[in-house]
């Protein structure tokens, strides 16, 4: 049986870099995405659960078509989505990924490891982590691969 995967992403480069790497792993999965906060629920509302849920951790609120806004920007949409998440009982293993090493919301600042250990308290069970996407760098990779392996009960020593 696949491994159902949902990643959470609107950055139409970075979303495209992750989907190539997760289809280069070679691992037996259905990949499913979404581009906002508001498709990501959606997501999330129908059908079967998903093992592995890779999250943005800012969001726009709707997905964005060309020359059309797309809602009020959520600088911690992807925490929004995972409370939701935690609401429901869901077992989904929950992975972010962000570009940032720093977040602003309403006037305060946060370090990435300020975020981490938030969302890490918050999460529980289900957090799987959080990693800092470059894409100059590949440790990124390295531990979506981990992280990926583990959500579908593949050996990650080998």
Request: proline content about 3%; hydrophobic content about 35%.
């Amino acid at each position: 049986m696949k491994a159902r995967i949902l990643l959470v992403e609107d950055s139409q480069h970075k979303r495209g870099r992750i989907i190539e790497y997760l289809n280069s792993l070679k691992v037996d999965i259905q990949l499913s995405e979404a581009r906002s906060f508001t498709s990501g629920c959606r997501a999330l509302e129908e059908g079967e659960p998903f093992d592995l849920i890779l999250l943005d951790l800012s969001l726009p609120t709707f997905d964005k078509a060309d020359n059309e806004p797309a809602g009020r920007f959520r600088p911690f949409g992807g925490a929004e989505i995972a409370r939701k998440l935690i609401r429901r009982n869901s077992h989904s293993k929950i992975l972010f990924i962000t570009q940032y090493e720093s977040f602003q919301d309403s006037g305060r600042s946060y370090s990435f490891d300020d975020i981490h250990n938030k969302l890490m308290n918050e999460c529980g069970d289900s957090f799987a982590g959080m990693l800092r996407y470059n894409s100059s760098k590949t440790s990124w990779k390295d531990a979506l691969n981990k992280v990926v392996r583990k959500a579908i009960n593949e050996d990650t020593d080998s």
